[in-house]
Every structure is written in C-alpha cells, then in structure tokens.
T-cell receptor, first 111, second 114 residues
C-alpha cells in the first residue's frame, strides 16, 4: 500500500466547476505539499502545509493532521488548470530529508 | 534569480550503457534532491545532497550514484542501464538540510533505454 494515496486518479470537469482532489497518508508528517505538473514534466510547487488552510487565488488547500487527510480545491476551474496534481509528504523523524509522492490526479477542464 | 536547470532534455541509451544527468540549483540553494518518475507514477526519491555530501537515499541500487559540486550543481550517474530505468529524472533544489521550505523543480531529463 502506498504511503500517500490520492483520489480520484482522473477527473474531468466543465469550465467553471468547483474541483476537489483528495490526499490521504499513513505516516507522521512534518509538512504536506501540493504540486502541479504540466505535460512535458515541469513541476511547480503550489502549497506547503503543516496545519489548517492556505489560499492562493482560486486554489485552496486544507489539511487535517488528526485524520491524515488533505484536500486541494479549485474554484471556477478553467481549461488552463488542466494538469496533473500531486500530493507529497515530508515524513517527520529520521526520514525527513525526502518527499514521498502520491501517483497524481490528472485533471482535464473542458471549455 | 536563476531557476533550476537540467541537461540534457532528452536522452536515448541502450541497455548496459552508463549515463550522466546534470542539474544546476537555483541560486543560493545548497540542497539538491533527485527523483525518478516512471510514466503514470509519482516521483520516487533517489537521493539528496547537502553541501557536497549525500544526506539520504531512497530504495535505489548502488548503480545509481551522484555528486554535488562546490557551486551546488549536481550530477546523477546511472551505470549498467536497464530497460526499467526509462523515466523522467527530476532534480529539485532547496535551501537548508531537511528543507522545510519549498523545493524548486527542474524541467526534468527524459531517459529512454532501448
């Protein structure tokens, strides 16, 4: 079983829809990252969270440490939001030098 | 401020060959992490270098090795290439050990092993 599980694996939406991508993890963490990867490979860091909620433009990320769960929300989705969204965790303790990634959620937003 | 760069962009090798991939860190960053991303999967941690020393390693065999130079640029070397080594190789730089801050990713090198 993966230490980081994302759902759904694939998501298709119409422009303007509200999007939610979920991430669950099984280890103790010091931080959780949400990343965006466009075709061709480039990865951009969207958020780093250790508690609560963060907002940047139309993107909102929340984390519940007790439930080991995080969500990424996109409001008023747009075709340019189409990408793979990846959740990654930095474990607490001795393995805190590395990120462990989920498999990603492929989001397609149609006009 | 210069971002993270990687070279080459694409590479085709045959089984048994050796390959060297290169990464230049973002200006001021002293930590570099390398990741392997197979098609349809999330990145997998290979190893991390901090101030020219390996600081941690993932579940990869010894034929995956690396270097970090005094200017904090880095190389990933893979010997005795296997077909399963075909993947996108990403490096990411950050400031400080254990990198509580953001990692900045390069565009990746796509390696194909035939």
């Amino acid at each position: 079983k993966n230490e980081v599980e994302q759902s759904p694996q694939n998501l298709t939406a119409q422009e303007g829809e509200f999007i939610t991508i979920n991430c669950s993890y099984s280890v103790g963490i010091s931080a959780l990252h949400w990343l965006q990867q466009h075709p061709g490979g480039g990865i951009v860091s969207l958020f780093m969270l250790s508690s609560g909620k963060k907002k940047h433009g139309r993107l909102i990320a929340t984390i519940n440490i007790q439930e080991k769960h995080s969500s990424l929300h996109i409001t008023a989705s747009h075709p340019r939001d189409s990408a793979v969204y990846i959740c990654a965790v930095r474990e607490s303790g001795g393995s805190n030098y590395k990120l462990t990634f989920g498999k990603g959620t492929l989001l397609t937003v149609n006009p | 401020e210069t971002g993270v760069t990687q070279s080459p962009t694409h590479l085709i090798k045959t089984r048994g060959q050796q390959v060297t991939l290169r990464c230049s860190s973002q200006s001021g960053h002293n930590t570099v992490s390398w990741y392997q991303q197979a098609l349809g999967q999330g990145p997998q941690f290979i190893f991390q270098y901090y101030r020219e020393e390996e600081n941690g390693r993932g579940n990869f065999p010894p034929r995956f090795s690396g270097l970090q130079f005094p200017n904090y640029s880095s190389e990933l070397n893979v010997n005795a290439l296997e077909l399963d080594d075909s993947a996108l190789y990403l490096c990411a730089s950050s400031l400080g050990l254990a990198a509580r801050g953001t990692q900045y990713f390069g565009p990746g090198t796509r390696l194909t092993v035939l």
